[in-house]
């Protein structure tokens, strides 16, 4: 323990986090938050979450009850990136109607409830659910009814798959922009970076801003910077990942001054090991640089995450402060597409 005797402030480390505890000028004793209090009771939002993703062993035991929760379980371990991408497949193949897709979207907003977000925006993979030959409008107004039984305020991005090509993306984004007044906010690239170059559906995301709609781009997560440079070519207005900007000092300072965002899951990026370890991730070196960061959770139960998580450990292993999350925090709601406050958050 250490006091300041002019203020009359003691610090007391404790294992998961701290808290602080003062005197007042009437001599009481006064307790102050803890870390994960105060992480708690932040105003959140979630940028960057992927529906399928998103789905615990519990809620896909109860979609497909047929499985078994150890088969469940199992299918959430993998090496690497392009096993990961057989498992999300593999979770997503089980959601065969548009009720599914509404119980995903209800575990989902419960939680994220629970951490105190007040405002998501839902990745639906819309690629996959074209593939599978689904009826996308039906599960679109299933989700939506679902959202709306939530106090946290939803809106939707739809993704297509890059490593399936151009046609079926252009297919994606056209959907999407059906439905631009009907809560799809956004159009976003994700799959095998390594499999589709951002540049190869230049037009596709042409087709989708001139509907009216967002664009989002992964990009930076698994290969390098160049992917990066390539997805703000095609207008993407957000980065998700973008970790790989790191180690071009051009596109850092492009990113700062251009205020352009982005979308980093610390947990994800460790987890299928697109850094070396924890103490690699470059989240406190391009927040330093500037660069607006933005904390989320990309697909939490698959890396056994939360977002309030996320916040920890930009705390706990990068020394973030309260003002600096507080600052992340605001960015989630500064760089939404659709967030419309009462009152600030």
């Not at 896909?60 to 150890?70: D, G, N, V």
């Not at 007044?181 to 390594?194: I, M, Q």
């Not at 997560?221 to 998700?240: H, Y």
């Not at 056994?304 to 450990?313: K, P």
């Amino acid at each position: 323990m250490r006091t300041e005797d002019s203020k009359r402030v003691a610090v007391v480390a404790m294992n998961d986090g701290f808290y602080v505890t003062r005197v007042d000028g009437g001599g009481h004793e006064v307790i102050m938050a803890t870390m994960p209090d105060f992480i708690h009771d932040l105003s959140k939002a979630e940028l960057h979450v992927h529906l399928e993703g998103s789905i615990e062993p519990a809620t896909l035991l109860e979609i497909a009850p047929a499985l078994s929760i150890e088969e469940i379980t199992a299918r959430y371990r993998y090496d690497g990136f392009i096993e990961f991408l057989k498992a999300f497949g593999w979770v997503a193949m089980h959601l065969s109607t548009p009720r599914h897709y509404a119980i995903a979207t209800r575990r989902l907003l419960a939680r994220l409830a629970q951490q105190n977000v007040r405002y998501a925006e839902i990745t639906l993979s819309a690629g996959v659910v074209l593939r599978k030959g689904q009826d996308l409008d039906a599960i679109h107004q299933a989700v939506r009814e679902a959202a709306s039984e939530s106090p946290v305020r939803t809106a939707w991005i739809w993704d297509a798959v890059r490593q399936w090509g151009a046609e079926p993306a252009r297919r994606v984004a056209e959907a999407a922009v059906s439905h631009r007044e009907d809560g799809v906010v956004a159009f976003g690239l994700g799959g095998d970076e390594a499999g589709g170059q951002a540049r190869d559906f230049g037009s596709v995301f042409r087709c989708a801003k001139d509907g009216g709609l967002h664009l989002v781009c992964h990009a930076g997560e698994v290969t390098d910077a160049e992917s990066v440079w390539q997805a703000l070519e095609c207008g993407a207005e957000r980065i998700g990942h973008g970790i790989r900007a790191i180690d071009d000092d051009a596109l850092v300072r492009h990113l700062a001054e251009r205020e352009i965002p982005l979308e980093v899951s610390i947990s994800s990026n460790v987890c299928l090991r697109n850094v070396t370890s924890l103490e690699h991730h470059p989240v406190r070196r391009l927040y330093d640089a500037g660069v607006p960061i933005v904390l989320n959770t990309d697909d939490p139960p698959m890396f056994q995450s939360t977002l309030e998580g996320e916040y920890r450990i930009a705390a706990d292993a990068f020394g973030f402060t309260e003002a600096e999350l507080r600052a992340v925090a605001r960015n989630g709601f500064q760089y939404a597409f659709a967030w419309q406050p009462d009152s600030k958050p």
